[in-house]
């Protein structure tokens, strides 16, 4: 499978304590491909910088 992850999907992935944690270890367990464009990375690095 393979998915485009919104920013705001991904911050909320990434604390273990969140509901959504489940998209982070499926990411990082390889369940999917992520596709991604210079334009999205620009947005994660911009927001995850913060």
């Given at each position: ?37 210079n ?12």
């Amino acid at each position: 499978m393979i998915v485009i992850i919104d920013t705001n999907c991904l911050l909320a992935s990434i604390p273990p304590q969140s509901s959504h944690y489940w998209l982070y270890r499926s990411f990082k367990e390889k369940h999917f491909d992520w596709l991604i464009s210079n334009e999205i990375m620009a947005e994660y690095e911009e927001r995850l910088a913060i």
